[in-house]
């Protein structure tokens, strides 16, 4: 599986959303889609793999300064430079596509942004290079574990066989089908903004933004969501995420027993709360025991390096809310250390569409999570998912609850699915 880098290629798409998204550090009304193409040699074969995700700089990059038009500029920017030097930044030489995205992960230091927003540039070019290895070889990305190979930016964090032999414990024959989510921001009217989906859609698995100022607000929110979809027939499931919001981890405790007390039935529906606290963990370290007693609590914009895992350990989080948008190596190696630590995972979303969304769905049907994938794309750019209509409406327009795809096994991650013509997207 000795990949070379021949080629690579990236565009931006502005993407408007249907409707804002609000979260606690700011809102969302449109996105700079970063889609990526590289052309590879592995073996003696060539391919040509893609990948895309959203620039999300509110999420990557949160903070006033530099304002927004400056900080997607730049994302921009170094969305161009990785393209310009993408086989140097992999180390320039031939190597095992998880090494190759493992090299790329590292190489990036950005001094002028946060580690986790370089990463996200990163995301569909590491993307790409697993794609375009499974075009080649017509082999799902996902069957590149089954014989062992050296991985030296990872294989220490697996002293009992190594990275490769740990991915492929962890990796399942494909399922079809994963729970779909809907996302409730703050702000959303339940009637008109929820309600809908669970007509429409069959959705019985809400994502709750909260805003992590009052917990007694949000405890009632919280109530509301639930109370509402069993007013509509459902027997809901429900996670939490407040962005960072909350101060520490007494503040979550505090928002549990306030949710508990309030509505105990809503209480026993809540799965999970992603990252509540602030995303550095070195610097805000908390100590999880007394709210993981109750409910899960997973590691997301915490985790940035493969070095940080032991002191999520020592602080006691549940495991880790997986994204894609962090890169594909990444993620896998990520995953498989949280397996072997039998920590929990979920896999979350950075509104993924296209591309994104199909490796997602791959990612999630291969790698069994709490939540099975969520996908929040069809909710709010559905334009951005058009050209993949009316192939892939299992993934995109979900039914029953849940996204559907029956071709799991595809080669790649999956961007060859549709045609548009004779070419492809």
Not at 194 to 209: L, T, Y
Not at 258 to 271: F, K, N, V
Not at 342 to 358: E, K, R, V
């Amino acid at each position: 599986m000795k990949t070379t880098i021949l080629a690579t290629s990236v565009e931006f798409i502005e993407q408007p959303f249907l409707t804002p998204l609000q979260i606690s550090s700011g809102l969302i009304t449109k996105a700079t889609e970063a889609r990526v193409k590289v052309t590879v040699r592995a073996g003696n074969r060539e391919g040509t793999g893609r990948g895309s995700i959203y620039l999300s700089d509110l999420w990557a990059w949160p903070g006033p300064t530099p304002d927004r038009t400056t900080k997607d500029k730049a994302l921009r920017g170094l969305c161009e430079t990785i393209a310009a030097s993408l086989f140097a930044l992999c180390g320039g030489e031939a190597a095992h596509p998880l090494e190759l995205g493992l090299r790329l992960h590292h190489a990036l230091s950005a001094p002028d942004m946060p580690l986790l927003a370089s990463a996200v540039c990163a995301s569909p070019f590491d993307a790409a290079i697993h794609d375009a290895v499974g075009q080649a070889h017509t082999l799902s990305a996902f069957r590149f574990y089954e014989s062992d190979a050296l991985i030296p930016s990872a294989d220490r964090w697996f002293p009992q066989g190594g990275a490769v032999r740990a991915i492929r414990k962890i990796l399942r024959p494909p399922v079809h089908t994963l729970n779909a989510w809907w996302l409730v921001s703050a702000k959303d009217d339940l009637e008109s903004a929820v309600r809908p989906a669970v007509a429409k859609n069959g959705i019985h698995c809400f994502k709750i933004k909260v805003l992590a100022r009052d917990n007694s607000e949000d405890a009632a929110r919280t109530a509301e969501v639930y109370q509402a979809a069993r007013s509509w027939g459902l027997s809901p499931t429900l996670s939490i995420d407040s962005n960072e919001g909350n101060p520490n981890a007494p503040a979550v405790l505090d928002y549990l027993e306030q949710l508990e007390s309030r509505d105990a039935a809503a209480y026993a529906a809540l799965a999970y709360l992603e990252q509540p606290t602030a995303r550095d963990i070195t610097a805000n370290p908390q100590d999880w025991r007394a709210v993981t007693a109750r409910k899960p609590v997973l590691l997301d914009e915490g985790l940035t390096s493969l070095e940080l895992l032991p002191l999520a350990r020592e602080q006691h989080w549940s495991g880790l809310a997986l994204k894609t948008c962090k890169g594909h190596s990444f993620a896998l190696v990520a995953a498989a250390w949280a397996r072997q630590h039998n920590w929990l995972l979920s896999l979350q979303d950075l509104t993924n569409p296209g591309y994104s969304a199909i490796h997602a769905f791959l990612f999630g049907a291969h790698l069994a999570t709490l939540n099975g994938v969520e996908l929040n794309s069809p909710q709010y750019t559905p334009a951005a998912n058009q050209p993949w209509l009316p192939a892939l409406a299992g993934l995109f327009e979900p039914r029953g609850g849940a996204h559907h795809l029956h071709q799991s096994e595809t080669p790649g991650l999956g961007s060859s699915l549709v045609t548009i013509g004779s070419a492809r997207l």
